[in-house]
C-alpha cells in the first residue's frame, strides 16, 4: 500500500509491504519532482521505480493532492482522495501504539487520551485526537516552518531546515534573548524562574558592540517559532483538558533546541503536561494514507 501527503513544500511518501515493512521518501512538491516519482506506463499503470512493486491501493492526502488532482486523477488505480486532519490523527494515533518509536519530553510520560496533536508543517494546526472520536480541530498558527525558513533565510541566507539544525545545535540563543535574569537579576517570585525567556531576540538591541555569531541567531530563531507554538498548544490543551501534547510534521527534531524550546514553554504552563514525538513524526500523514486504504 502506497500513502502520499503532499504538503506545501515537501511530499512525505510511505509505501508499506505485505509483510508490514516500511519505505519513506522525501519529494519536493514542485510537478517535474512528482512526475519523476510516479512513473506511469503507455496504459496510465503506477509505476514508482524506487519502490519496483506493484501499488494495488494508494492515498493521498495534503494541501498539493488539490493542486495536483489533474495529475494524480490520469494514473491506474485511481488514488482515494482523504481528508488531511482526519487522516493525521488516524495515523499519529497509530503511530503513538508503537511505545518503542515514541520521544517523551517532560510530564509523566504517559499517554492519555484525548490528547492534543499538533502538527508543524509550512504552518501549524492543532487537532484533538481520540481513538474511534471525531476529529476536532481546535485551532492553527502561520507561525510555523514557513515562518523559520523564511527568516533563516532573510537573517542568515539559508534554505535547507538540517543546516539550519545544525547551525544552531553550535549556538546560545541566550545570547540575543532576554531572560528574566537580565530583567530582575533573580528568579520573578514563584511565577517565573530566572531562565525563562522574557522577549526572543531582544538583546540584538542591545548588544551594538557584540554581534551575534550565526550560530547564535540560528538557535534563537529556532528557539523563538517553538516558544510560540508551544504557548499556542499549551493553552489550547487548557481550554480542552487534554494532557499529552503529541507533535508531528517535517519541521520539527526529536533533539537539540527544538524539544528543549518545546517542553521549557510548555512547562511553563502547565508542569504536568507530556510531550510526545514519534520516531517518524515527519511522515505520520502518509502512514495514515497507507494504513487506511490497506483496511478498506
Same mark, same amino acid.
Given at each position: 500500500?502506497?500513502?502520499?501527503?503532499?504538503? =506545501?513544500?515537501?511530499?512525505?511518501?510511505?509505501?508499506?509491504?505485505?509483510?508490514?515493512?516500511?519505505?519513506?521518501?522525501?519529494?519536493? $512538491?514542485?510537478?517535474?519532482?512528482?512526475?519523476?516519482?510516479?512513473?506511469?506506463?503507455? &496504459?496510465?499503470?503506477?509505476?514508482?521505480?524506487?519502490?519496483?512493486?506493484?501499488?494495488?491501493?494508494?492515498?493521498?492526502?495534503?494541501?498539493?493532492?488539490?493542486?495536483?488532482?489533474?495529475?494524480?486523477?490520469?494514473?491506474?488505480?485511481?488514488?482515494?482522495?482523504?481528508?488531511?486532519?482526519?487522516? &493525521? $490523527?488516524?495515523?499519529?494515533?497509530?503511530?503513538?501504539?508503537?511505545?518503542?518509536?515514541?520521544?517523551?519530553? =517532560?510530564?509523566?510520560?504517559?499517554?492519555?487520551?484525548?490528547?492534543?496533536?499538533?502538527? *508543524?508543517?509550512?504552518?501549524?494546526?492543532?487537532?484533538?485526537?481520540?481513538?474511534?472520536?471525531?476529529?476536532?480541530? #481546535?485551532?492553527?498558527?502561520?507561525?510555523?516552518?514557513? $515562518?523559520?525558513?523564511?527568516? #533563516?533565510?532573510?537573517?542568515?541566507?539559508?534554505?535547507?531546515?538540517?543546516?539550519? *539544525?545544525? *547551525?544552531?545545535?553550535?549556538?546560545?540563543?541566550?545570547?540575543?534573548?532576554?531572560?528574566?535574569?537580565?530583567?530582575?537579576? &533573580?528568579?520573578?517570585?514563584?511565577?517565573?524562574?530566572?531562565?525563562?525567556?522574557?522577549?526572543?531576540?531582544?538583546?540584538?538591541?542591545?548588544?551594538?558592540?557584540?554581534?551575534?555569531?550565526?550560530?547564535?541567531?540560528?538557535?534563537?530563531?529556532?528557539?523563538?517559532?517553538?516558544?510560540?507554538?508551544?504557548?499556542?498548544?499549551?493553552?489550547? #490543551?487548557?481550554?480542552?483538558?487534554?494532557?499529552? *501534547?503529541?507533535?508531528?510534521?517535517?519541521?520539527?527534531? $526529536?533533539?537539540?533546541?527544538?524539544?528543549? #524550546?518545546?517542553?521549557?514553554?510548555?512547562?511553563?504552563?502547565?508542569?504536568?503536561?507530556?510531550?510526545?514525538?514519534?520516531?517518524?513524526?515527519?511522515?505520520?500523514?502518509?502512514?495514515?494514507?497507507?494504513?487506511?486504504?490497506?483496511?478498506?
Amino acid at each position: 500500500m502506497l500513502g502520499v501527503d503532499l504538503g =506545501g513544500t515537501v511530499t512525505k511518501i510511505c509505501y508499506v509491504g505485505e509483510n508490514g515493512e516500511r519505505k519513506f521518501f522525501l519529494v519536493p $512538491t514542485k510537478m517535474e519532482e512528482l512526475e519523476d516519482f510516479f512513473r506511469v506506463d503507455e &496504459q496510465n499503470n503506477l509505476y514508482v521505480p524506487k519502490i519496483n512493486k506493484k501499488i494495488v491501493r494508494w492515498g493521498i492526502t495534503g494541501c498539493g493532492s488539490v493542486r495536483c488532482k489533474e495529475f494524480f486523477e490520469k494514473i491506474n488505480p485511481k488514488p482515494v482522495y482523504l481528508d488531511e486532519l482526519t487522516i &493525521q $490523527t488516524y495515523g499519529a494515533l497509530k503511530l503513538l501504539k508503537e511505545e518503542n518509536l515514541l520521544h517523551f519530553f =517532560g510530564g509523566n510520560k504517559i499517554i492519555n487520551e484525548p490528547c492534543l496533536l499538533i502538527s *508543524l508543517g509550512t504552518g501549524v494546526s492543532f487537532t484533538v485526537s481520540e481513538t474511534d472520536k471525531p476529529v476536532k480541530h #481546535a485551532g492553527g498558527s502561520s507561525l510555523g516552518g514557513g $515562518t523559520l525558513m523564511g527568516l #533563516a533565510n532573510l537573517l542568515l541566507g539559508m534554505n535547507d531546515f538540517d543546516e539550519l *539544525l545544525g *547551525l544552531a545545535a553550535n549556538g546560545d540563543p541566550n545570547t540575543l534573548d532576554l531572560l528574566i535574569s537580565d530583567i530582575y537579576g &533573580q528568579n520573578y517570585g514563584s511565577t517565573l524562574k530566572s531562565n525563562v525567556c522574557a522577549s526572543s531576540f531582544a538583546k540584538a538591541s542591545m548588544n551594538h558592540n557584540n554581534p551575534a555569531s550565526k550560530e547564535d541567531i540560528a538557535a534563537s530563531l529556532v528557539c523563538t517559532i517553538c516558544y510560540a507554538i508551544a504557548g499556542q498548544a499549551a493553552a489550547i #490543551a487548557r481550554a480542552e483538558k487534554v494532557k499529552t *501534547l503529541v507533535f508531528v510534521g517535517g519541521f520539527l527534531s $526529536t533533539k537539540g533546541h527544538i524539544p528543549e #524550546a518545546l517542553e521549557r514553554a510548555v512547562t511553563l504552563f502547565d508542569p504536568d503536561l507530556s510531550i510526545v514525538i514519534p520516531e517518524n513524526h515527519q511522515f505520520v500523514g502518509s502512514i495514515g494514507c497507507a494504513m487506511k486504504v490497506a483496511e478498506s
